[in-house]
């Protein structure tokens, strides 16, 4: 079992960049870690992935403008956002899963969210 905690969040204007973190801590082991982002009048949208061993994935969405990746010393995983735009408002969630990353981008524990607001 992991404990995950996101932070980082905040308002930005469009075209401006967060860098949100997501401290980890439990049970060692092999983990596919991710971000997923969610609003009031939207599903939950996975927005991207690394493996234990590093490989990543991004939705389409954020191709180019987001980058994943991990401190594994200090146990925490990071989203750098850049070229942001009002529709990446929304409550952005880490998440871990034991092992590689799943097709169907499951993940069996999550963190409380941290909210990300970008205006026009």
């Known amino acids: 079992q992991v404990q995950l905690v996101e932070s980082g969040g905040g308002s930005v204007q469009a075209g401006g960049s967060l860098r949100l973190s997501c401290a980890a801590s439990g049970s060692p082991g092999v983990y596919c870690m991710g971000w997923f982002r969610q609003t009031p009048v939207k599903a939950r949208e996975w927005v991207a992935e690394?493996?234990?061993?590093?490989?990543?994935g991004y939705a389409y969405s954020v191709k180019g403008r987001f980058t994943i990746s991990k401190d594994n010393a200090k146990n925490t995983l990071y989203l750098q956002m850049n070229n942001l735009k009002p529709e990446d408002t929304a409550m952005y969630y880490c998440?871990?899963?034991?092992?590689?990353?799943?097709?169907?981008?499951?993940?069996?524990?999550w963190g409380q969210g941290t909210q990300v607001t970008v205006s026009s």
């Open positions: 690394i493996e234990a061993d590093g490989p990543t």
């Open positions: 998440g871990a899963e034991v092992g590689w990353c799943r097709s169907d981008h499951f993940f069996g524990n």
